[in-house]
């Protein structure tokens, strides 16, 4: 079946740039996505990337696919506290669903 | 654009009540909204699918008659947790699409806390 597996914490400090890693196994992905979710909160749409682009950047986030071995990352350049949440990959395939990762906790040191 | 809001925001209830929770579009009309149930530290668990004017496709081991879904217009969708008991407790989310299809970018809700004494 589709999955979508994530590193669960990643710390690093203020300024640094932060690489979140995600894999997913549908080959028929169409489009894959980043959500944020900050504590109590819904998630929120960062970006997303189709299956057919390599690369999107948009500020400070930038989004590599690697489709061969069904890779996604989001870097954050300057990592700022406010940066702190979880970040959940998803992924929608050929179905109406879309999969969701664990979530990656990350945690911004000052 | 694209804002999705849930109410309430959290829920407080005795067990053997029952509990609704309502998620509207507030600024695009939403042919599809979808539950998700969040447990603590872990990722979403899709509950259901609804379109406006059918039925909700309900998951595998997800019970329909304890969670009542209706769609009833383009920007609400209402879950209702039916005798709610403890194990209910948990963080819902709904998130809408607003159009039909695959390409669609599902938009989400800020969620409800749920909390069965």
């Known amino acids: 079946g589709e999955d979508v597996e994530q590193s669960l914490f990643l710390s690093v400090r203020e300024g640094d740039s932060s690489v979140i890693n995600c894999t997913y196994t549908d080959s028929s992905s169409t489009y894959l996505y980043w959500y944020k979710q900050e504590p109590g909160a819904g998630l929120q749409l960062l970006t997303y990337?189709?299956?057919?682009?390599d690369m999107k950047q948009d500020q400070r986030l930038t989004v590599l696919l690697n489709k061969k071995d069904k890779h996604l990352s989001l870097r954050i350049a300057d990592t700022q506290t406010g940066d702190s949440a979880i970040y959940f990959c998803?992924?929608?395939?050929?179905?109406?669903?879309?999969?969701f990762g664990a979530g990656t906790r990350l945690f911004v040191k000052a | 654009g694209a804002v999705v809001s849930q109410h309430p925001s959290w829920v407080i209830c005795k067990s053997g009540t029952s509990v609704k929770i309502e998620c509207r579009s507030l600024?695009?009309?939403?042919?599809?909204m979808f539950w998700y149930r969040q447990f603590p530290k872990q990722s979403l668990m899709l509950m259901a699918t609804?379109?406006?004017?059918?039925?909700?496709?309900?998951e595998q081991g997800v019970e329909k008659d304890k969670f009542l879904i209706n769609h009833a217009s383009l920007t609400l969708s209402t879950l209702t947790v039916t005798s709610a008991h403890p194990e209910d407790s948990s963080f819902y989310i709904c998130?809408?699409?607003?159009?039909?299809?695959?390409?669609?970018?599902?938009?989400f809700g800020p969620g409800t806390r749920l909390t069965v004494l």
């Open positions: 990337i189709f299956s057919n682009m």
């Open positions: 600024d695009f009309q939403a042919t599809t």
């Open positions: 609804s379109n406006e004017g059918s039925k909700a496709t309900y």
């Open positions: 998130s809408a699409t607003p159009g039909e299809g695959n390409t669609d970018t599902q938009y």
């Open positions: 998803a992924e929608k395939g050929g179905g109406f669903k879309t999969i």
